[in-house]
């Protein structure tokens, strides 16, 4: 199993297999990731394709640590496809569209009132705390690595995620087991 | 740095743990502290156990279960980004194309094309795929130029207000005109995409008809 370093070392080196494995082992993670902000599959993969492309075109030496650049790239599109969706007004009753135009996938959504809750009140927080909820719940990462990608202090990442968990509490009170 | 395992902390501190722990990275020598924090502090006690409930509650929100498919396509999906990078690029090449009004004329200039390292067979084809559709693409945006440019000497404008005013005008059509080649680069970007087998030869055909379309050939 070849690891992540060791792919985008041989990405660096100029190896198109390198890339294409790299898209492979990402591209699924970086839909993962911006689907959580998005709400939206094809949204996200536009995101995720718009982030890789960046990967292949951005001048080697300047993504420094790689993952936490393609993290980073996504968080920040995301937040721009989300600010001018609110300047727009065109949020369909909050940001998070959980389900998009797929009808299967909108029942399933329908389905669990519970996901479909705790969807709403994600999106609604603030996005200082909204990107930390994200990363450290859903995208898995350590909360070292969550304060790189947002370039904050790990503290403060703890903070905004304890912020975050009490404003949660409170607006799914009604889920609760 | 030792910790005293004894040494009060305070709630904020107890918070950041209180994190560490419900997210499993609390380091072991913390935890009597946190504990004793928590044993005095109803409070902390109460949002901890709080927080615990939201965590679990958090997990219920699965993911769309077509977000999985990109990994049975990630074939399909390397030349996806390979042919959607051919389309931005052109699409990026053709908005550095300025339109400019100075000394009472009018300067189209192009932007330089980006070099794109050669670093292997497959690198150096995609690159002559986007030269070539660059080249076309900015051949037919040369062309309007060129009609503009005789529209403009009819015209004979030479107050500098009513320049401006056309240079605008002519700017939106060039917005136009740029829009139209993008979306038509982009259409062929996808119609590649959805192609399942695509072999390296398919992706040199790519190209022919990105340029016939540039140029604003009919098949
Ligand atoms: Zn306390």
């Known amino acids: 199993m070849t690891t992540d370093h060791e792919l985008f070392r041989r990405f660096e080196n100029g190896s198109p297999d390198a890339f294409q494995a790299l898209v492979r082992s990402w591209a699924p993670r970086l839909d993962a990731l911006a689907w959580r902000f998005l ?9 995720r394709q718009t982030a890789l492309l960046r990967l292949w075109t951005a001048p080697r030496a300047a993504t420094g640590r790689r993952t936490t650049w393609l993290h980073r790239v996504v968080v920040n599109l995301c937040r721009d496809r989300l600010r001018s969706r609110r300047l727009r007004g065109r949020s369909d009753g909050g940001d998070v569209r959980i389900a998009s135009a797929d009808p299967a996938a909108a029942d399933a959504a329908a389905r669990d ?26 995208a898995d990462l350590s909360f070292a690595r969550v304060a790189e ?14 912020r975050a968990l009490a404003k949660l509490r409170v607006e799914l009170k009604e889920c609760a087991p | ?68 498919e990109v990994s049975r396509n990630s074939r399909r999906t390397w030349w996806r980004v390979a042919s959607v990078a051919a389309a931005l690029f052109v699409g990026a090449c053709l908005l550095g194309t300025r339109v400019s009004w100075q000394d009472g004329s009018v300067t189209f200039s192009f932007a330089a094309t980006a070099a794109v390292e050669e670093q292997t067979d497959l690198a150096a084809s995609f690159h002559r ?51 139209e080649i993008g979306a038509m680069i982009g259409r062929l970007a ?8 695509l072999t390296r030869n398919a992706f040199h055909r790519m190209g022919a008809p990105i340029a016939r379309e540039a140029r604003g050939d009919k098949r």
């Open chain 2, 1 to 68: 740095m030792t910790i005293d395992p004894r040494a009060p902390i305070s709630c904020e501190d107890a918070r950041a743990l209180s994190v560490d722990l419900l997210y499993g990275e609390l380091d072991r020598a913390e935890q009597p502290r946190l504990e004793r924090h928590l044993e005095s502090c109803a409070e902390c006690r109460d949002q901890q156990a709080g927080h615990q409930d939201v965590r679990k509650l958090l997990d219920r929100w699965r993911p769309d279960p077509r977000i999985d």
């Open chain 1, 149 to 162: 990608i947002l370039d904050i202090p790990a503290t403060t990442a703890k903070s905004r995620m304890w």
């Open chain 1, 39 to 47: 709400g939206d599959v094809e949204e996200a993969r536009d995101v």
């Open chain 2, 190 to 197: 996808r119609a590649a995409m959805d192609e399942s087998a």
């Open chain 1, 113 to 138: 009132e519970v996901a479909r809750r705790v969807a709403e009140a994600v999106a609604s927080l603030p996005e200082a705390e909204r990107d930390v909820v994200v990363l450290k719940q859903y």
């Open chain 2, 129 to 179: 795929l986007i030269e070539a559709a660059h080249r076309e693409s900015n051949d037919r945006l040369r062309s309007l130029h060129e009609q503009i440019l005789i529209e403009l000497e009819q015209s004979e404008r030479e107050n500098d207000a009513a320049g401006a005013a056309l240079v605008r005008a002519l700017e939106r059509r060039l917005v136009r005109e740029r829009r």
